[in-house]
């Protein structure tokens, strides 16, 4: 183990060298002017796995490719890990939002800005880097690994689905490993055992057949930017909770062993206050900061679009108005079954002098598989050895759909050890990775791996 470790220490400002080259590729996946990008990535990236001494391949699809690259292979004989992670990455836009351009990665105060810096480039290029450890240095992994990087995760994955569904067998495995979450600090390296499911939906309110006149026919025509918003309004209520019946149906109660757990986390209210920039905080009553976005259900307005965007004012009264929401899944809640509650509650609301359309988007259970097992210990003792800090146990609210096909199809268990801290602005302007949890969640790898193959 020491000579992998050494070889981390010595290698750490090349492999920082590396990741940027990487982050300058801007692998956008859901804007098509960049499909050339995102292929160019793969090729990059398989070029780079080859070079570590992986044996690395890129799998076409129906769209955007999947990289697999792995160890040397000794089927049966001992245990086999998966490590997932996505080369692409979210849109950059705003750009002028960003402080320096979003593909042109640059380091200061010890991180680097850059679009997909930690979502997800960073994180699974620490277990490259990790693996390039072992294999560099001639030490035995204990076990074979395979990394299995889509292009496909920050648009819903379906190429991946078919993969797996296809490739079963090569792919059985004892467990998988993703780096794609948070931690609340430094301090507090964390294993999520619980993430939030989603649901996606679109609906359109059409009015009028062309956007009118509003002074020459406003007043006698419904207004669906109007109608919209007051059918959106009453989606929730003074308590923050979600105005649709049934929509709790199914939840589960927090336990209290759940809620004293997230008692422990660090980032109080103020803090929390601070680093989102409101002026004061909106959630469930009767719920923490850290219970309303991890272990209860929401729904959000994600797109809001009707009516003149552009400069100055035009007096019309819109054509149509339309929506892009999402609700976030706690366990036993069915994505098909919320949007068809919600669908039924919209077009309650839905007024006889406008036409309503309904379009169901992409969904996904939630996740939560209690951090008891033999695995999880594992991991825990690797994040305590690397980051010199007691882990913390988190639900989380984001969501990663792929988990629950990785259990359903290869009927394996994740263990999500991610290396994001909180003001990392994912999917946000000026998205960053810390190097100091880059490092130390390269070392979390190195060491995982012989504890893991000793199960
Ligand atoms: N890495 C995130 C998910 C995440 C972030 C989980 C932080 C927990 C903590 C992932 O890339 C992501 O953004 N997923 C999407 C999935 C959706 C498009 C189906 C999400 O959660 O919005
Ligand atoms: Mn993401």
Not at 1 to 30: G, I, K, N
Not at 60 to 67: C, G, K, M, S, W
Not at 234 to 247: E, H, T, Y
Not at 339 to 358: A, H, S, W
Request: with cysteine.
């Amino acid at each position: 183990m020491q000579p992998v470790l050494d070889y981390l220490a010595t290698h750490r400002s090349r492999f920082e060298e590396e990741l940027c080259q990487y982050l300058r590729l801007p692998s956008v996946s859901a804007q098509s002017s960049h499909n050339k990008d995102v292929r160019a990535t793969a090729d990059w990236l398989v070029k780079h796995c080859r070079s570590i001494g992986l044996k690395a391949k890129k799998h076409a699809t129906d769209f955007h490719p999947i990289v697999t690259a792995s160890t040397p292979r000794h089927p049966g004989k001992r245990p086999h890990f998966l490590v997932y992670g996505h080369y692409d990455v979210q849109p950059p836009e705003p750009l002028e939002e960003w402080n320096t351009p979003p593909f042109e990665p640059t380091i200061r105060n010890g991180a680097v800005y850059a679009r997909g810096a930690t979502d997800n480039k960073g994180q699974h290029f620490a277990h490259l880097k990790a693996v390039e450890a072992f294999l560099k240095t001639d030490t035995d992994l204990g076990c074979d690994l395979t990394f299995v990087i889509e292009g496909e995760e920050e648009v819903g994955s379906e190429s991946l689905v078919a993969f797996l569904r296809k490739k079963k067998r090569e792919l059985k495995c004892d467990g998988i490993v993703v780096s794609d979450t948070g931690m609340p600090s430094k301090k507090h390296p964390a294993l999520t055992y619980a993430l939030r499911g989603v649901t996606a939906m679109e609906i359109t309110v059409w009015g009028p057949k062309a956007d009118l006149h509003s002074g020459i026919y406003g007043g006698s025509v419904d207004n669906p930017a109007l109608v919209l918003s007051q059918m959106l309004g009453s989606l929730r209520d003074k308590k923050g909770r979600v105005a649709v019946p049934g929509f709790y149906g199914k939840v589960q109660k927090l336990t209290a062993y759940e809620r004293k757990q997230m008692k422990r986390l660090p980032i109080n209210e103020t803090q929390y206050r601070k680093l989102v920039g409101v002026p004061k905080l909106f959630g469930e009553a009767g719920y923490t900061h850290h219970e309303q976005r991890s272990a209860r259900p929401t729904l959000e307005i994600n797109g809001l679009t009707s009516g003149y965007q552009g400069e100055g004012s035009k007096t019309i009264v819109p054509s149509w108005a339309s929506a892009k929401i999402t609700c976030r899944l706690v366990p036993n809640q069915d994505p098909r079954q919320v949007n068809r509650l919600l669908g039924k509650q919209l077009k309650k609301l839905c007024p006889p002098t406008v036409k309503l359309e309904i379009v169901d988007g992409h969904g996904a259970e939630a996740y939560h598989v209690p951090p008891t097992g033999s695995m999880s210990q594992a991991a825990l003792e690797a994040l305590r050895e690397s980051f010199g800090h007691e882990p913390v146990l988190l639900r989380e609210g984001g969501s990663i759909p792929i988990i629950n096909e990785f259990k359903k199809v290869l009927g394996a268990d994740s263990l999500l050890l991610g290396l994001a801290l909180p003001d990392d602005n994912l999917h946000s302007p000026n998205e960053k990775f810390d190097l100091d949890c880059f490092h130390n969640g390269a070392e979390m790898s190195a060491r995982l791996w012989p504890k893991l193959a000793e199960l």
